[in-house]
């Protein structure tokens, strides 16, 4: 079974950028389709990126150019880089794993998150 650990996050001035990572032991990411969501208290998780195995991409509508999601299957990692960084996007970071399971879509593992802040 897929284990996830994110690693990059911290605390940036407005306008700065941050390089988030999930690397995944125990199956090859190929076989996964990944995606980046995030939590800030109070609301509800939601989709910052995602990536297909075959490398399509999918962004949510607030990224808007900012953030640019990518894989190195030969590493076993993911990665989002994230630009243009706004008070707004500090939250929790999460990535996730999700693969098809015959007629089921099944996410198969989260991370335990990583807090990004943008803050002055």
């Known amino acids: 079974q897929v284990q996830l650990v994110e690693s990059g996050g911290g605390l940036v001035q407005p306008g700065g950028s941050l390089r988030l990572s999930c690397a995944a032991f125990g199956s090859p990411l190929a076989i996964y389709d990944m995606g980046w969501y995030r939590q800030a208290p109070g609301k509800q998780r939601e989709l910052v990126a995602k990536?297909?195995?075959?490398?399509?991409?999918d962004y949510g509508e607030f990224v808007k150019g900012r953030f640019i999601i990518s894989r190195d299957n030969a590493k076993n990692t993911v990665a989002l880089q994230m630009n243009i960084l706004k008070p707004e996007d500090t939250a929790v970071y999460y990535c996730n794993a999700g693969a098809q399971r015959g007629a089921v879509y099944v996410i198969e593992a989260w991370g335990q998150g990583t807090q990004v802040t943008a803050s002055s």
């Open positions: 990536i297909t195995g075959g490398g399509s991409t």
